[in-house]
């Protein structure tokens, strides 16, 4: 019989914080779409297709207890913090700020749970 890991609450909230994110993203995707103009910038829109991406992976991978876990979540956090930056160039606009604050609670998790013993 396989045994199986006990998930740490660090994992959890990591894996609950990168599911928020690609969630938000996905949705910050939609409403630029919606707004059109300035907010259909190409290099936004990929931003935030790589995050989501990146965090739904990362999410797998900690359900999974990969052995690659810690490095996804190093990549996942810098992918959080750069999409985080891009999305804070818009502060006075709600859903970028939200997609911000959401990119940078899942580069914190990640990082957490990347320099975890």
């Not at 999974?64 to 959080?80: E, F, N, P």
Request: hydrophobic share 40%.
């Amino acid at each position: 019989m396989a045994t199986l890991s006990v998930r740490t609450a660090e994992m959890q909230e990591c894996i609950d914080a990168c599911i928020d994110c690609r969630s938000v993203c996905r949705s910050t995707m939609d409403y630029c779409m919606r707004q059109g103009g300035a907010m259909m910038d190409a290099a936004l829109m990929r931003m935030l297709l790589d995050c989501s991406d990146m965090c739904g992976t990362c999410a797998d991978m900690i359900m999974r207890d990969s052995g690659s876990m810690k490095d996804i979540c190093r990549m996942c956090a810098d992918m959080c913090t750069r999409c985080a930056d891009m999305c804070a160039k818009m502060p006075d606009d709600q859903q970028m700020a939200a997609c911000a604050e959401a990119c940078r609670r899942a580069a914190a998790a990640c990082r957490t749970l990347a320099t975890a013993k």
